[in-house]
């Protein structure tokens, strides 16, 4: 009697939520681990991935085109997450290969957490929160007077799936929305501004909500930071090289702007050791997207997009 | 404005505060006394204006020995420190500084839900220490499209729930009648409310009716997934209860703005990372502080010049 063989999946890294789901993925899946492999990556690719159809990477494993060579068979390479900037994705096309993220599963959970870093820097609840468990309230007494938020202009980079559910909410906290996207949206009750640097000059907020692509590295740059002013905040959900880090560091430091919320670095788990003694920035292990429901959510997407692919189904969830 | 008008400060609240009504009035720092008795035997006559906040205001005791008090105003919403029947008994006007600090206290209810739901703090110190490694994760808890229980749907309860309602959170609440205007669902009982939702929050007065309106039964309808916010009085909450329930994991964790005896903040709680400690800072901005600190100024200015009080209460 013949067994039916398990589909191939070649899994690189591995992401954070195949190692929650691992089990569920391996009674669909005959997974290929090359990073529980002694072998050299490419060797290993070389050996084991010849007949591979499907890879799931994640933020942290590039899928570069000298990988792709050595996967004469793949057809489809899925990420196990939103952002895609670690895929060559002109040489995707070129080959033919789909490329496949989570879809929107994340982006309420991150607008979310935004939300949250923003009232936090705002209101100063974990540096408050430190206060009380050091036992400082007794002995200094009132604390330091945050910042309002009601009333306050936000300027969100990048009105996307996160961007417009971050705007949505802010918007019932009194805050007045525009933004800057690659192309104006015409149906939002958002002000359109055409450059970065127009938006920040009439925000005081500003959340980064765009993905990571050769045009939007580096965008949060010195003139960026000098025209949001020193009352200004940010707030980075997106990725960490969008910012100018170290002119950040410095901007924080010197009082140039008043704030910042981060969830993602240039340079991750690496955060700029300035930032640890400022009251003033939230900082936090690029966890804006983890929650349970939404892992569930993504593996469910994810396994979708597998079934379907491996019975020459339209993908759910492509790029 | 005279300056031989006798206004007493029971506590520190507002250096701004302070500095207007040394403007207007002859100001006395209750807290900056040697001796209170002393202080009231050589200048209580002279005292016509007392002004409070959430820490200290009007009790009997004080109000017996102003014989010309003319006027409370609160540099708070809450009444919970001044003796209102006296008050009334003896003709005393009161004012509060209502709708002023109402969205800053709803933001930090939100602030307060994300934070614990999300763990934000305790990320934030997570990676203060240097602990943050590649790989390390923990999957928290979803906030958006939780269930809110609001305690108390007045102005700040209706705040709260207008922005828990842009993260699609269902609301329901308890009052002590039902409000006609709303679509939110209506609870005839705080068990009742904490039985049906994920985050109950303490939005309404201290009265002796609401005191502990947070009890045990409460807490354990709440539950080991429930979260309990208090932008309210510290007094609302049974403390021990609480503390005991958060130790056990029979609550799932909470957001706490206020406390039964601030400054104290029970020390069991510092251990625990499914609970956010504030020194209570809810209308603590710098805005909102200084539009209190002017509706308490106006309150007084208006009386004196007998004309109609701006935000009375009594």
């Known amino acids: 009697m013949d067994i039916v063989k398990l589909p191939e999946l070649l899994v690189l890294g591995p992401p954070i939520l195949f190692k929650v789901y691992e089990r569920e993925f391996s009674t669909k899946f005959h997974i290929l681990k090359p990073y529980e492999s002694p072998l050299p990556t490419e060797i290993y690719l070389q050996t084991h991935g010849q007949s591979v159809r499907a890879l799931l990477c994640y933020g942290k494993s590039p899928v570069t085109a000298q990988m792709l060579r050595l996967l004469p068979s793949l057809q489809l390479v899925m990420t196990a997450g939103t952002g895609v900037n670690q895929i060559d994705l002109p040489e995707c096309r070129r080959l033919g290969i789909s490329v496949v993220n989570t879809g929107d599963v994340f982006s309420e959970d991150t607008a979310d957490y935004a939300v949250g870093l923003l009232i936090d820097v705002l209101r100063k609840i974990s540096a408050g929160d430190r206060h009380v468990r050091r036992g400082a309230w007794p002995v200094h007494g009132d604390f330091s007077l945050g910042v309002k938020l009601g009333g306050k202009q936000v300027g969100i980079v990048g009105l996307g799936n996160i961007g417009s559910k971050v705007a949505r909410r802010l918007e019932a906290f009194g805050c007045i929305i525009s933004y800057n996207s690659r192309t104006k949206k015409s149906s939002v009750p958002y002000s359109f501004y055409p450059n970065v640097c127009e938006l920040a000059l009439n925000s005081n907020i500003l959340f980064i909500c765009c993905s990571l692509t050769e045009q939007t590295r580096h965008l949060i740059n010195k003139d960026v930071m000098t025209a949001l002013g020193k009352d200004g905040i940010i707030v980075n959900v997106g990725r960490g090289p969008i910012i100018d880090e170290s002119e950040l560091v410095k901007f924080l430091v010197e009082g140039e702007i008043a704030g910042a919320g981060l969830d993602v670095f240039e340079n991750e788990p690496t955060v700029p050791k300035e930032l640890f003694g400022l009251d003033n920035v939230v900082i936090t292990p690029h966890r804006a997207a983890f929650t349970q429901q939404a892992f569930f959510e993504a593996f469910n997407v994810l396994v979708a997009n597998l079934e379907a692919f491996f019975s020459n189904k339209p993908l759910i969830t492509p790029v | ?314």
């Open chain 2, 1 to 314: 404005m005279d300056a031989s008008i006798g206004v007493l400060m029971a506590c520190p609240m507002s250096l701004y505060l302070e500095q207007e009504l040394d403007k207007r009035f002859k100001l006395y720092r209750f807290w900056a006394q040697p001796s209170r008795q002393e202080f009231l035997k050589i200048h209580a006559e002279s005292i016509r204006a007392v002004v409070g906040n959430a820490t200290a205001g009007a009790d009997a005791e004080l109000i017996d020995a102003l014989p010309k008090l003319e006027i409370v105003s609160s540099f708070s919403v809450g009444l919970d420190k001044i003796d209102l029947n006296k008050c009334k008994e003896k003709g005393i006007r009161v004012t509060n500084t209502p709708d002023v600090l109402t969205e800053d206290v709803a933001d930090l209810a939100i602030g307060l839900m994300l934070a614990v739901l999300r763990r934000i703090c305790e990320c934030d110190k997570y990676v203060r220490k240097g602990l943050w490694k590649m790989g390390d994760f923990k999957l928290t808890t979803k906030f958006s499209g939780k269930r809110v229980g609001i305690i108390g749907l007045g102005r700040i309860g209706l705040a709260v729930a207008k922005r828990a309602e842009a993260f699609d959170c269902p609301i329901s609440y308890y009052s002590r009648s039902e409000k006609p205007n709303t679509n939110y669902k209506y609870h005839s009982s705080v068990i009742d409310l904490a039985s049906n939702c994920d985050i109950l929050v303490v939005a309404c007065a201290l009265t002796p009716e609401t005191r502990h309106i947070v009890n045990r039964e409460v807490i354990n309808a709440l539950g080991p997934k429930g979260v309990l916010i208090n932008i309210g009085r510290g007094p609302h909450v049974d403390e021990p209860e609480l503390v005991s329930a958060l130790v056990e994991g029979r609550l799932g964790g909470a957001g706490l703005d206020v406390f039964e005896k601030e400054p104290e903040v029970p020390e069991q709680l510092f251990s625990l990372d499914n609970v956010v400690l504030l020194p209570h800072v809810g209308s603590g901005t710098l805005e909102t502080r200084n539009a209190m600190a002017d509706l308490v100024i106006g309150n007084l200015e208006a009386h004196f010049l007998n004309k109609p009080l701006l935000t009375p209460v009594v």
